[in-house]
């Protein structure tokens, strides 16, 4: 299978790109397992919409529906705080029939899962053993890994202030942690199978520069101020750059190898 490059921003995305991309999804059953952040994301999807039936944007609660040709299902999972309860809801709705209905499935945690102490390489491999399991029980569903996002790093008087009385600056030692996680996540799954980089769109300016900070020398990912209002979530901004990416890369992902039906293989 050739694979589309991973999704590290350099540039915007262009207009007629998205506009392509939502062409070619409208063919396509794509299932997203999310929370907040992916809610943001889905609003930018809605936003970049030519008309309302384009593409279908449905939250799915029933494994069993089914899903049409040109829709984004998209679900809820788990627990924030509880990354390992994402993943235990987002293999029993595939298993229970969901895998059935999609070409396409991806499942993403937020930035809330990772605190400072979070055992990244555990998680992963959690994570890894899940969808190692998921590919091989549902062949014909092209899984996607997303990295983990990012929030802003709190600077200025106020990170001098907590650091001066022993408190913990925003985002600093989480921020750390998913970049662990999600260079696992490159390691494992770059130039293999498909990786959105959503943590690398959160990072990066238009022009390919990169937002970063300091611990002990090494310099770490977060995101730029300009895509979040509150450190975390995605903005206006912010859903714009993520959903016109996505909708590019799910678009670039090659067509789903559909089983041949028994009549047609028993022809000679």
Not at 93 to 103: C, I, R, T
Not at 123 to 150: C, I, M, Q
Request: neutral net charge.
């Amino acid at each position: 299978m050739v694979l589309p490059r991973s999704a590290v921003a350099t540039a915007e995305e262009k207009p007629d790109a998205t506009r392509a991309g939502l062409e070619r999804l409208s063919q396509r059953r794509v299932f997203f397992g999310h929370q907040s952040v992916g809610g943001n994301i889905l609003e930018g999807v809605h936003a970049l919409l030519p008309a309302p039936d384009a593409l279908s944007v449905v939250e799915v609660k029933d494994p069993a529906a089914t899903i049409p040709a040109g829709t984004l299902a998209h679900a809820f999972v788990g627990q924030n705080e509880q990354p390992e309860t994402k993943l235990a809801h987002f293999e029993r709705l595939l298993d229970g029939g969901l895998a059935k209905q999609v070409d396409v499935a991806l499942v993403k945690f937020c930035y809330i899962d990772f605190t400072s102490s979070t055992d990244a390489k555990a998680l992963f491999e959690k994570y890894r053993a899940t969808l190692a399991g998921l590919k091989s029980r549902h062949p014909g569903v092209t899984f996607v890994h997303v990295t983990a996002p990012l929030t802003t790093v709190q600077r200025g008087a106020k990170a001098w202030f907590n650091e001066l009385r022993g408190r913990p600056v925003f985002g600093v030692g989480e921020n750390v942690s998913r970049e662990a996680f999600n260079a696992l996540m490159r390691r494992t799954y770059d130039g293999k199978e498909p990786l959105f980089d959503l943590a690398a769109l959160e990072s990066s300016q238009a022009d390919g520069s990169r937002e970063t900070y300091e611990v002990n020398g090494r310099a770490y990912p977060a995101m730029v101020p300009a895509y979040s209002d509150d450190g975390g979530h995605l903005n206006a901004q912010g859903r714009t750059r993520v959903a016109s990416a996505l909708v590019t890369f799910l678009a670039s992902l090659p067509e789903p190898q559909r089983e041949a039906p028994a009549s047609a293989k028993a022809q000679p």
